[in-house]
């Protein structure tokens, strides 16, 4: 009997790991372990038309499942195409294991066609990169890599497989990788330290992120919030972390500019934050993010992010969950019934504020409601109608989130996932990885024309595999994003405003997303009236698979929209 090679070897260890999808796009020098991929059912090869459709299947898939997941691209080339969405992948905490063939460790001297260092080009973007040149070792470093990716931070990781290691004979035990146990919290002496910074706050102020939900801790933030009468700031915040209907959500620091989220932080007296880093802006402040003498306490399992930019009073390299919990049982017994009364009296004033913000924003939306172009309000409010409770929602329409979460308000974990990383073209391919992750549940995917134009390939993939998720271009015929931060940009150096450069507009020609839909296997229909509007959400959740919805859309309505983010129009 001839011996197992890697290239079987392999497979048998993802599978003894849970691993039931990989995803990827084939080549070459990985037709040996994808033919050998054939034998074993019990993981579905998904196939997409482009490494950046790969990874941002992936990502959403690993997103939903919050375990490691299998991504399968193609020598250097392949990567190179990847790179962009692995990106995204890292700012977020995907648990992604990237795995890439190339010819074999004994060209190396040749420095053959495709022939590329993939261990340099991957490591930007990853958490660990390597390389395998000792067949005995293949499946070490796989276990490796699985623990790699999902150790928190959790992110992406990287395995160069040369050909010939993987048709070389594997005598590897397979065996599950050991994954770590990371729940833990500081000695008590230490949690009753930080609570006496915090008790006697006025003004206090909670940063929190993706963490939160990564640990399970939107009750323990809750309770601490609502406790010690703090405003709740997201920042690197793209799950749902807490209720954004709870009165003490305040929304999104600045994900652009520094200014904003100074303006908004540095007022507080007290400052805890907690499973994200500060601040995650494209522009950010290099000074003067807390007052004077302020406590800062920062909590979280990325020991990398604490005090890596500003000075903290406290930091705990801790699990949130646990902390959160210890801190809330700490504060409850030092404040005293004063402190407690005025901690109440604050949620109540900020319940009453967002409300009345609420009432104004939705009647400024009404205003719109007949309209040409259509204004996003219209058709969020049509389809809040129409979802069912336990809908999942991928949003990557950033100019459009405001609307979308004013009427489908995000409420549960793993209900609402936001685009991170800032890698344009994740909404279409995200949605379908969250559906392939949750066949039972309505899953929609908000996406922008020009974002979706990086990754329209990913059509095909959920036409093939019948993965019945919606999608909606938020067809605003140009990449508003732009337009919006370059009126900053002028209003920061007194430039008067002018025409938009051209590059920012997406017309002529217009873009038919639902006839391009339809050449990729799925069914669409565009929307331009508000008589459509009902009768195309209607069509899309019918529709027995992929449905899209072409929704066009104003493409500037000034001083009516804050983007998700918090930098306003």
């Known amino acids: 009997m001839a011996a197992r090679t890697g290239r079987f070897a392999m497979i048998e260890q993802f599978m003894a790991d849970g691993v039931t999808h990989m995803f990827g796009n084939p080549g070459t020098v990985e037709q040996g372990f994808l033919d050998a991929l054939e034998d074993y059912p019990d993981i579905q090869y998904i196939l997409s038309l482009q490494e950046a459709v790969v990874v941002g299947i992936a990502d959403g898939y690993a997103r939903a499942t919050r375990k490691p997941t299998i991504v399968q691209l193609h020598s250097g080339v392949g990567l190179g195409n990847g790179i962009g969405m692995m990106y995204q992948a890292k700012r977020g905490h995907a648990p992604l294991v990237v795995i890439a063939g190339e010819s074999g460790v004994r060209y190396d001297a040749m420095e053959a066609q495709m022939w590329a260092d993939l261990v340099d080009m991957a490591a930007p973007v990853v958490k660990w990169a390597t390389r395998v040149v000792d067949p005995g070792s293949l499946l070490r470093v796989l276990r490796r890599a699985m623990k790699e990716a999902a150790t928190p931070p959790m992110g992406p990781v990287f395995v160069s497989l040369p050909m010939d290691v993987l048709d070389a004979p594997n005598d590897e035990e397979i065996v599950p990788t050991s994954f770590l146990e990371f729940r833990s919290v500081a000695p008590r002496t230490e949690i009753d330290r930080a609570a006496k910074h915090l008790a006697g706050a006025s003004r206090p102020m909670i940063i929190a992120g993706d963490g939160v939900a990564s640990s399970d801790a939107q009750p323990e933030l809750t309770r601490l919030a609502e406790l010690w009468g703090a405003e709740v700031w997201g920042a690197d915040w793209?799950?749902?972390?807490?209720?954004?209907?709870?009165?003490?959500?305040?929304?999104?620091?600045?994900?652009?500019?520094?200014?904003?989220?100074?303006?908004?932080?540095?007022?507080?007296?007290?400052?805890?934050?907690?499973?994200?880093?500060?601040?995650?802006?494209?522009?950010?402040?290099?000074?003067?993010?807390?007052?004077?003498?302020?406590?800062?306490?920062?909590?979280?399992?990325?020991?990398?992010?604490?005090?890596?930019?500003?000075?903290?009073?406290?930091?705990?390299?801790?699990?949130?969950?646990?902390?959160?919990?210890?801190?809330?049982?700490?504060?409850?017994?030092?404040?005293?019934?004063?402190?407690?009364a005025a901690a109440a009296s604050r949620g109540a004033e900020m319940g009453a504020a967002k409300q009345q913000d609420l009432e104004a924003a939705r009647a400024r939306d009404r205003s719109f409601h007949n309209s040409l172009p259509l204004h996003a309000s219209m058709f969020a409010e049509e389809l809040a109608k129409h979802l069912p409770p336990d809908v999942i929602i991928f949003d990557e329409a950033l100019t459009t989130s405001p609307e979308l979460t004013r009427y489908i308000t995000p409420t549960a974990p793993g209900s609402y996932f936001l685009t991170r990383g800032g890698s344009l073209g994740v909404g279409i391919p995200g949605a379908i990885g969250i559906k392939i992750a949750n066949p039972d549940k309505v899953v929609f995917g908000f996406t922008g024309d020009g974002g979706s134009m990086y990754t329209i390939q990913a059509l095909w993939t959920a036409a093939k595999y019948g993965v019945a998720a919606k999608f909606v271009?938020?067809?605003?015929?140009?990449?508003?994003?732009?337009?919006?931060?370059?009126?900053?940009?002028?209003?920061?150096?007194?430039?008067?405003?002018?025409?938009?450069?051209?590059?920012?507009?997406?017309?002529?020609?217009?873009?038919?997303?639902?006839?391009?839909?339809?050449?990729?296997?799925?069914?669409?229909?565009r929307v331009e009236k508000p008589d459509q509007i009902g009768p195309a959400i209607e069509r899309a959740l019918n529709h027995d698979g992929p449905f899209l919805i072409d929704l066009v859309i104003a493409n500037q309505v000034k001083g009516t929209r804050t983007i998700a983010g918090a930098d306003k129009a």
């Open 238 to 340: 793209s799950e749902v972390n807490m209720d954004h209907t709870h009165p003490q959500f305040k929304g999104m620091l600045g994900h652009m500019f520094g200014d904003h989220s100074k303006g908004i932080v540095s007022p507080a007296d007290a400052v805890l934050i907690c499973g994200t880093y500060v601040f995650p802006e494209v522009f950010p402040e290099l000074s003067g993010m807390f007052g004077p003498g302020v406590p800062v306490i920062h909590v979280d399992l990325d020991a990398h992010e604490i005090a890596k930019n500003f000075p903290v009073t406290m930091g705990f390299v801790s699990d949130p969950k646990l902390t959160l919990a210890a801190l809330a049982d700490a504060l409850d017994g030092m404040m005293d019934d004063g402190q407690k």
């Open 473 to 525: 271009v938020c067809n605003n015929h140009s990449y508003e994003l732009l337009k919006l931060n370059i009126e900053e940009y002028w209003e920061e150096r007194d430039i008067p405003e002018h025409n938009f450069p051209i590059g920012f507009s997406l017309t002529e020609p217009d873009i038919k997303f639902a006839e391009l839909a339809q050449s990729l296997g799925v069914a669409g229909v």
